[in-house]
């Protein structure tokens, strides 16, 4: 019988996955660093012999399968990525284990990282730019009809880059019917509390999607005072937490929002994630005109009392905006157009926030609608939103205005889309005028891709060992290749870029298939290497 304790430095799991070190754990189960050809990723494994009761015990292996299935259905950027092979069990005779192997995430949490702050509460801007992030992710939890159930500031990570990404998903549930039925027969659920943060309804058993905002407000009363919400008092006759007397420097509009967040009762919550949302938007847009001011000299003097309404259309508001800056400006606003639109492409870029990051680039086109990088941005932001028709306008406007990078992302957009003879001539159109390498190198890969979709496999392999002759960090070339070798089944001229495909970092969800599949392709033929070597046919 294998138990967890067997898992140890230097084991191989799968054939694949090599523990280097335990990183955490509880009573619940243990959490591993594993390499998986040399990509660092996180291992949890379910302890099972710590339950008495057999109820119990399924309960806890119910729960670990959820987390597992819903992690590897979920494509967010913050949310942990689980490949579909990720959850296994180990057995040899008797009880398996169970497992599920993530994306490692690196950076340190959110109550970690307050620490190393000396506990110095966040300012109102960072709140709303992690706010947003947060209820994003949360948006695509719920409308999947989960819930988690186990927000706090040590179950939200804080990368380098900026990014926040919410783990353990371990308590996460499914809104279905007969969940709400339970619900509403006053039937209890499985209790998960987190002392501060836990809503009342959770506690007694009847959590809902609204328990999410709960504990997502009480984690900003953390951050926004440096301390935990068990610190404060409560009014005695409306239940509410007395925290804002300690939060001085947060304004009273977010302030607001926080306070609608922890509300006692669910009915009195924010009742969905567009809600919190279009609060915020119309928040972080009120700023946009004083940027704007701020960008453009002899301006200051407007203030903040002309303000965007989230109401309002987007095409509405950037006419406002536009015919605002004329009326106080006169054309000669004009002269500074050009500076204008870098500094809202980059406001763009920067945008933790889709609706803003799409109003900055397309006020960047008015400014400068010869400015080929808001196009192209807003091609890569449509794309991200699955709105194919309007990343390919997008794409093909950028390409109008000279943005060579274009090609390769419109080409990409009609593979995708089963359209690859379009793909191949645009590309060979391209092709000549490529100068650097990085254009040249995807420009054949997908030159290759495209050839191998339309079963032209000896153009294709021609184009992909092109592009492997040329220096890059990228897997995809070689992890076509292999593809394509094995659809004339040549599958054992596939090991030399077996290893290239899997040992570099992919960074598009395609290489992340393909990637999967080259370590289908690897294990079968380790597999009949062991069984040629130990005489087995």
């Known amino acids: 019988m294998i138990t967890s304790a067997m898992i140890r430095p230097g084991v191989v799991l799968q054939g694949r996955y090599r523990v280097i070190c335990q990183i955490g754990g509880g009573g619940f189960g243990q959490v591993f660093e594993v390499d998986d050809g040399g990509v660092a990723k996180v291992l949890k494994v379910l302890k099972l012999e710590h339950f008495q009761s057999s109820i119990i015990k399924q309960k806890a ?14 494509q967010h950027r913050g949310i942990p990525r689980v490949e579909p092979d990720g959850y296994f069990t180990l057995s040899e005779g008797g009880e398996p284990l169970h497992c599920l192997v993530m994306e ?20 109102t801007q960072k709140a709303q730019e992690w706010l947003i ?26 990368k380098p880059d900026g990014q926040l990404v919410l783990i353990d998903f371990g308590a996460v549930r499914e809104v279905t019917e007969s969940y709400l039925q339970k619900q509403k027969g006053h039937e209890t659920g499985t209790v998960l509390i987190s002392p501060g943060y836990t809503p009342a309804e959770q506690a007694e058993g009847h959590a809902v999607p609204q328990s999410d905002f709960f504990a997502l407000g009480r984690s900003f009363v953390y951050l926004l005072t440096g301390k935990s919400p068990l610190d404060f008092p409560k009014n005695p006759q409306t239940g509410e ?48 005109f004083s940027k704007l001011v701020a960008t453009i000299p002899g301006l200051s003097h407007l203030g903040t009392k002309h303000k965007i309404t989230k ?17 106080f400006t006169g054309f000669n606003l004009w002269k500074s157009a050009p500076d204008i639109a ?24 008015i400014f400068d609608p010869k400015m080929p990088e808001p196009s192209y941005n807003l091609g890569l932001l449509y794309e991200d939103q699955n709105k194919f028709n309007q990343a390919e306008a997008a794409y093909k406007r950028a390409i109008k205005q000279g943005w060579v990078d274009a090609y390769n992302n419109l080409a990409r957009l009609y593979i995708l ?71 004339q089944q ?48």
């Open 61 to 74: 292996i119910a729960l670990f399968k959820r987390e597992a299935e819903l992690l590897s259905r979920l």
């Open 104 to 123: 490692k995430i690196p950076g340190s949490n959110l109550q970690e990282w307050l620490k190393a702050q000396s506990n110095q509460p966040i300012t």
């Open 133 to 158: 992030q947060l209820v994003e992710i949360l948006n695509e939890l719920h409308q999947h009809q989960y819930f988690h159930r186990d927000i706090k500031p040590s179950n939200i990570m804080l």
């Open 241 to 288: 937490l007395l925290w804002r007397d300690y939060a001085t420097q947060v304004s009273s509009e977010f302030a607001d929002l926080i306070d609608k967040l922890i509300a006692p009762f669910p009915g009195q919550r924010s009742q969905n994630c567009q809600e919190i949302l279009e609060y915020l938007g119309k928040s972080t847009q009120n700023t946009l």
């Open 311 to 327: 109401k309002k259309p987007l095409q509405r508001r950037l006419q406002w905006i536009i015919t605002s800056l004329l009326l």
């Open 342 to 365: 870098f500094e809202l492409n980059e406001w763009g870029f920067d945008s933790k926030n889709l609706v803003n990051a799409e109003l900055y680039y397309r006020l960047a086109l």
């Open 417 to 487: 889309q089963k359209q690859s003879l379009k793909a191949v001539l645009l590309l060979e159109k391209q092709l000549p005028s490529a100068s650097e390498d990085k254009t040249k190198y995807a420009i054949l890969k997908n030159l290759g891709w495209a050839n191998m979709e339309l079963g032209r496999y000896e153009e294709a392999q021609t184009y992909l060992k092109k592009a492997m002759t040329i220096p890059s960090m990228r897997p995809s070339a070689y992890c076509l290749n292999i593809q394509l070798l094995e659809l």
């Open 490 to 537: 040549l599958k054992q001229q596939a090991l030399p870029d077996l290893h290239k495909c899997l040992n570099l970092e992919p960074k598009t969800p395609e290489e992340y298939e393909w990637r999967n599949q080259a370590r289908k392709i690897m294990a079968t033929l380790q597999q009949n290497t062991k069984s040629k070597n130990t005489g087995i046919e």
